[in-house]
């Protein structure tokens, strides 16, 4: 048909995620899978090591001691094939120091190859160690206000608008 692009195909994308606390992260990987139209997995039900297939994968889950999950960075690790590019996410009690949280599991894909199309933060309900005692922070987070957030970031990925930082305040 006239005006319609041949060959031009939908790129395949992939989220994967670690969410075992709260379903802080899990929520954010939702959102930004149905902005994406992706499927979305935990860390768990990736069966496949060799992920060259997909386009684009986001790797996320909340920061567990300054970091991602360990079974997340794992995965990575064990990866015998990942695509040219990824992006990362986190949900965190503490959003002020989230690029830093983000170091590792940013180093070792770009040390495997991968372009880093972005990265995303937003505030999660945080009850670890001591905080439980006080309710914890960011009780209600990730809010309606993250979500859209979150959507707006993939919304800019989708459009290939550039490497994007967003975090959520």
Not at 32 to 48: K, Y
Not at 53 to 77: C, M, Q, T
Request: proline fraction near 4%.
């Amino acid at each position: 048909m006239p005006g319609e692009q041949v060959g031009k195909r939908e790129p395949r994308v992939l989220i994967i995620v670690s969410s075992w606390h709260h379903g802080n992260t899990a929520q954010v990987a939702r959102a930004m899978g149905d902005e994406l139209r992706s499927q979305v997995l935990s860390v768990e039900e990736v069966q496949a090591t060799d992920l060259s297939e997909w386009d684009l994968i986001g790797f996320g889950s909340g920061i567990y001691f300054a970091s991602h999950d360990r079974k997340l960075l794992e995965l990575v690790r064990r990866a015998t094939g990942l695509p040219a590019r990824a992006f990362v996410f986190s949900t965190a009690g503490n959003t002020l120091l989230w690029r830093w949280y983000h170091r590792a599991l940013r180093h070792l894909l770009q040390a495997r190859g991968c372009q880093i199309a972005g990265e995303f933060n937003c505030p999660g309900w945080d009850t670890v160690g001591p905080f439980w005692l006080f309710g914890g922070f960011y009780r209600g987070h990730p809010n309606e206000q993250d979500l859209e957030k979150a959507r707006e970031f993939c919304r800019q990925l989708r459009t290939g608008a550039g490497r994007e930082e967003l975090a959520s305040r």
